[in-house]
């Protein structure tokens, strides 16, 4: 089974950076997800990360660490479109994804 | 990455009538694709795995008989909610994976549907 375990609701103000974490427990692990998902859209796709460390793409980053069954994505220069919902997804291999409740990030001015 | 299309968007129905749903694989050809339902504020839920030419795998707690799957084709797959309730309203969304050597999956735009 998997347990994937995100803040709930995060604010950040316009401009600034933010970080949700996610921590997981799942048996058999390949790497880890992070999907975007708008109010009333569907998930799009933003990263994969397979070894432990910091991957960076553009204003977004995606971090892993392996040991500790922990991610985080990095947003930078927060912009009000980036209100959203952040979804944590630990892969296990070639089967559908299973995701927790997401973080629903809220950009102010 | 993969294009996928579904249609309807939106549809509102009559409690007791039938919903079909599509779901298109534009650019790839899918022999899986996976059906998952979400509620306001809620996570996504896997529904069904959708294999082409064979019977699909539902999850525990869906029932086969009133969500049919049909993926007759490499680029289509169905899903039909029969004897539709209000409590099936909902945001159903397919998804197709496509890259190799990964479980990277590619999301249909979503259909929500509203049963009064």
């Known amino acids: 089974g998997q347990n994937i375990d995100q803040p709930t609701e995060m604010t950040a103000t316009e401009g600034a950076i933010v970080q949700i974490n996610c921590t997981y427990q799942t048996s058999g692990f390949n790497g880890l997800f992070w999907y975007q998902q708008h109010a009333g859209e569907a998930p799009t796709f933003l990263s994969y990360n397979v070894l432990d460390g910091l991957e960076e793409k553009g204003r977004f980053s995606s971090f892993l660490s392996r040991s500790k069954g922990y991610s985080y994505l990095l947003l930078k220069e927060l912009q009000m479109k980036d209100s959203a919902s952040y979804l944590c997804a630990p892969s296990s291999g070639n089967t559908p994804l299973v995701f927790g409740k997401g973080t629903r990030l809220s950009v102010i001015a | 990455g993969a294009v996928v299309s579904q249609h309807p968007s939106r549809v509102i129905c009559k409690s007791g009538t039938s919903v079909k749903i599509e779901c298109r694989s534009l650019?790839?050809?899918?022999?899986?694709m996976f059906w998952y339902r979400q509620f306001p504020k809620q996570s996504l839920m896997l529904m069904a795995t959708?294999?082409?030419?064979?019977?699909?795998?539902?999850e525990q707690g869906v029932e086969k008989d009133k969500f049919l799957i049909n993926h007759a084709s490499l680029t289509l797959s169905t899903l039909t909610v029969t004897s539709a309730h209000p409590e099936d309203s909902s945001f159903y969304i397919c998804s197709v994976g496509r890259d190799r050597g990964t479980d990277t999956q590619y999301f249909g735009p979503g259909t929500r549907l509203t049963v009064l």
């Open positions: 650019d790839f050809q899918a022999t899986t």
């Open positions: 959708s294999n082409e030419g064979s019977k699909a795998t539902y």
